[in-house]
Each structure stands twice: as structure tokens, then as C-alpha cells.
């Protein structure tokens, strides 16, 4: 529905105020007619002139009625343009976001923005978003808001069940009553969706107060609604998307170079701000012989070895430790809060989660896989993140060069 198409949503209040001089004009020939029949009638005087002034009194009450109903009908169309003016300044808003903010806002922020704007519209309770998963088998509940709009995020439903799934395999807005929640009474919902072109892509479903009429629910307004969101929506998916690839490595999945560059700019701050009290330490590690085995093998199975280290060693760093690539065969982590001991455990652990395991990369060979490791902590090695990393990279490669069998764990500086 386009904004030229809001006119329809306003009646035609000059055609109808129209009928009212030609019913006038009837009522009026009907008088006349009755006069004449009743003048030319053998009736007595008295009851010709009771006629005449009951055909009298009869027109000026018609008359009367009709005055009064005109002036009902025309209050009503003036409320009822007032009620579409300010239909389509919500709708317009809407149009305005989808200028200004398209492909600049998250889904989350979006969605706020979108629920913030249908709310004058719908006046609705809860409102929420639905989108396909990756497989589009099952529809997510991306996003929602408003009263009871707790624990709604991430809730899984079936194409077959309620009118969510009902709304995307019909592709049109969906009227009905459904249980919000397992025990809950049933309140009036409405589901629009969201098209990418012929494709739906998602579902607005709103939930209302048990006294809302669906029955008297205007569906050119949840149409406009529906397309004027879609793009929004639409656009503020692409940007995340676009956003995460920037910052994913897409050999590994792990974040890139330039994720851990910017998560470690966060924690330099916060233990700048905090000073002793918030340790920090990074780490970098790369895979011993990993030229010699592209060599050998090929690149698919150095991507192989790639994912392998990256499986290992998240699955032996702490939960709250952030973990990326960075360029060849080499990772990088941020520990938070490490502590000297926190640290020593940490490495401990990732270099005790390759003891003894290999690598099948072909038929026959199997290959054991082990690393080199070189740390930095913050205040000590460095206070900036090029810093930190020029002192993880060189004890890394003392530790590759065969000065010491071992990651030099700790400076002197440090120890006193």
C-alpha cells in the first residue's frame, strides 16, 4: 500500500452529503402529491384542512429528522478523517524511519523503533518478531516487546502451529484469538508479514486486551503497517550480517583480526579505569610446522589443522575469554582478569589439550598437532594493544626459535 493509497482509508464524505438534497426533494414531491390528492378529494372542509396539516406537520419532521441525521453523519466523518489523519502521520513516521535509519541500525534497535511507532497505531500489548530459522524449518521469536514480552526471545515454534505459522504459509495478515503462553487464556492477535518481494521473511505478530474487536479491525491499516516495516527490517538484517562478516574469519568462524583488535581496545579501558584491581593478559598462539604441512598435504588440510586448534583450544579457555584468528596460522586471545596465576592455568590447560592427539589428513598418516604460545600482560608489557601484542609475538617466537623449551611465563619485572 503506498501513501497515495491512505486516501481510500477515508470516506467519501462529499457524495454521500449529496443523497441528502434529493431526499429532501423527494419528501418534498411526496407532499405535494398528498396535498393534491387531498384538495381534489370529496372530503369535508375539517378533515381536508386535518390532512393538510398532517401532511405539514409530517414534512417538517422529516425535514427535521433529516437535518439532525446529516449532522450525525457529517460529525462522524469529520472524527472518522481525524481518526485517518492521524492513521496515516503514524504510517508517514514509519515511512520517515524507513529514510533515515534503514541499514544503519541493528535488528534489536530497529525493532524498538518499529514497536515504538506501531504502538500509536495498534495500542496493541505485546508485539513480536518472528523470523525464519537458518534451516526454515521452524520460526524464532527474534525480538519482542511490550507487557509479558519476558523470556519471549528465542522461543522456537512450528510452521504448524498457531497464527505465525498459519500467516507464512498463506502469506496475509491472520485474524484470530491464541493462547499466549502454555496455560494462558486466550487474547486477540493479529500476524502480518513481512516480505522480501514474493518471499516472506518474518511475521509482526501483536497481541491485544481481551475486549479488542478483531472483527472490527481495519486490514488496510496492518497492511500498510506490514509494508512500510518489511524494508526496515529487511535492511537492518542485511547490516548486521554485513557487520558480522567484516568481523568473522571465514576459514575458522572465530572472529577476526580486527574483532579481537577492537575487543581488546574495550578491555585496555576497563582496566585503565580500574587499574590493579582488573588484570588483563593476551595471548598468541600459532601451530608448530604448519608451512611443512600446507607442503605436504595441501591447503584443505592445513584449513583442516586451522579448525582443529581452533576447536582445542577454545574448548580449554575459560567461558568469559575471548578467542580469534588473525592471519595465517596464527590466534589470538584476550583474558580478562587473568590474574599471573589465572594466566599460567589458562596456557596450561590449552598446551595439556593437545598432548597426545593427531590429525588424520589422509588415508594413512595421522599427524599430532602442538603450538607455540607467548603471553603479554597489561601494565607490564604494555599499556596499548600493539604493545601488548609486540611482546606476546616475541615470547611466542623464543619459543619457536629454541632458546627456551618453554613459554617464558613471566617476566622479572613482573615476579618482583
Not at 379 to 388: I, P, S
Request: hydrophobic share 40%.
Amino acid at each position: 500500500m503506498n501513501l497515495s493509497d491512505e486516501s481510500e482509508l477515508r470516506p467519501d464524505t462529499g457524495r454521500k452529503a449529496d443523497t441528502y438534497p434529493i431526499l429532501i426533494v423527494a419528501t418534498s414531491l411526496a407532499a405535494l402529491v398528498g396535498t393534491f390528492l387531498l384538495a381534489d378529494s370529496s372530503m369535508e372542509v375539517g378533515s381536508k384542512t386535518v390532512g393538510f396539516s398532517g401532511i405539514l406537520a409530517s414534512f417538517l419532521a422529516i425535514c427535521v429528522l433529516f437535518y439532525f441525521f446529516q449532522q450525525r453523519r457529517e460529525h462522524d466523518n469529520a472524527a472518522t478523517a481525524v481518526e485517518n489523519d492521524e492513521i496515516g502521520r503514524h504510517l508517514n513516521a514509519l515511512e520517515d524511519a524507513n529514510e533515515f535509519f534503514a541499514g544503519v541500525l541493528k535488528p534489536a534497535d530497529t525493532f524498538r523503533l518499529v514497536a515504538s511507532r506501531v504502538k500509536a497505531l495498534l495500542h496493541y500489548q505485546t508485539i513480536q518478531l518472528l523470523l525464519l530459522d537458518e534451516t526454515r524449518t521452524h520460526l524464532i521469536v527474534a525480538e519482542a516487546g511490550g507487557t509479558r514480552a519476558g523470556g519471549r526471545k528465542g522461543l522456537v515454534l512450528d510452521f504448524d502451529s498457531g497464527l505465525a505459522g498459519r500467516s507464512l504459509c498463506s502469506t496475509t495478515i491472520e485474524f484470530g484469538n491464541e493462547a499466549f503462553g502454555p496455560g494462558e487464556n486466550e487474547s486477540p492477535s493479529v500476524t502480518i508479514p513481512l516480505r522480501n518481494g514474493m518471499r516472506v521473511f518474518g511475521i509482526l505478530q501483536v497481541y491485544f486486551d481481551p475486549s479488542y474487536r478483531l472483527d472490527a479491525a481495519d486490514i488496510s491499516t496492518y497492511e500498510a503497517i506490514g509494508v512500510r516495516v518489511a524494508p526496515l527490517m529487511l535492511s537492518s538484517i542485511a547490516f548486521e550480517k554485513s557487520q558480522t562478516n567484516a568481523l568473522t574469519d571465514v576459514t575458522t568462524d572465530l572472529p577476526n583480526e580486527r574483532a579481537f583488535y577492537l575487543g581488546l581496545e574495550n578491555q585496555i579501558a576497563e582496566a585503565t579505569r580500574k587499574g590493579g584491581d582488573r588484570p588483563l593478559t593476551i595471548l598468541t598462539i600459532d601451530v608448530k610446522g604448519f608451512d611443512d604441512i600446507n607442503r605436504r598435504f595441501g591447503h584443505a588440510s592445513g584449513d583442516r589443522v586451522l579448525n582443529f586448534v581452533a576447536q582445542t583450544v577454545r574448548d580449554n579457555l575459560r567461558q568469559m575469554d575471548f578467542f580469534a584468528r588473525s592471519i595465517g596460522d596464527e590466534f589470538l586471545a584476550i583474558l580478562p582478569t587473568a590474574s599471573k596465576e589465572d594466566s599460567h592455568e589458562v596456557i596450561a590447560r590449552v598446551q595439556t589439550g593437545f598432548f597426545g592427539r593427531k590429525i588424520k589428513l589422509t588415508e594413512t598418516e595421522m599427524v599430532e598437532i602442538d603450538i607455540n604460545i607467548g603471553w603479554a600482560a597489561f601494565g607490564v608489557d604494555g599499556e596499548t594493544a600493539d604493545q601488548l601484542l609486540g611482546a606476546a609475538r616475541l615470547r611466542k617466537g623464543q619459543s619457536k626459535s629454541g632458546v627456551s623449551n618453554k613459554v617464558l611465563w613471566f617476566s622479572k619485572e613482573l615476579i618482583n
